[in-house]
């Protein structure tokens, strides 16, 4: 599975980002059976999870994004979202997003949360 992550950029504290996580060469009916996750690795750090969405469409979260995160599928336009709000300097990091089955990662995006 071919993922392509983009969306990232520079945000002050506060601010907002959504991500997306596209697989362009996956046909609709293989997509819809995907599990997909966002990663991010900040510097120095291991690479965390953040978010996972099933194909059935339940969610989950990692502690620290609990309700200021959301993660959420198209399966028509072949896309995994993630929206970030409330957005804080902890937040910074490289976000990759995953499939778990085929143990697929896209190229990642940075995002950074600064003043």
């Known amino acids: 599975v071919q993922l392509q992550a983009s969306g990232g950029g520079l945000v002050q504290p506060g601010g907002s980002l959504r991500l997306s996580c596209a697989a362009p060469?996956?046909?609709?009916?293989?997509?819809?059976?995907?599990?997909i996750d966002w990663y991010r690795q900040a510097p120095g750090k291991q690479r965390e999870m953040v978010a996972s969405i099933m194909s059935d469409g339940t969610t989950k979260y990692e502690d620290s994004v609990k309700g200021r995160f959301t993660i959420s599928r198209d399966n028509s336009k072949k896309r995994i979202y993630l929206q970030m709000n409330s957005l804080k300097p902890d937040d910074t990091a490289v976000y990759y997003c995953?499939?778990?089955?085929?143990?697929?990662w896209g190229q990642g995006t940075l995002v950074t949360v600064s003043s």
């Open positions: 995953h499939e778990f089955n085929s143990d697929s």
């Open positions: 060469r996956t046909i609709s009916s293989t997509f819809w059976g995907l599990d």
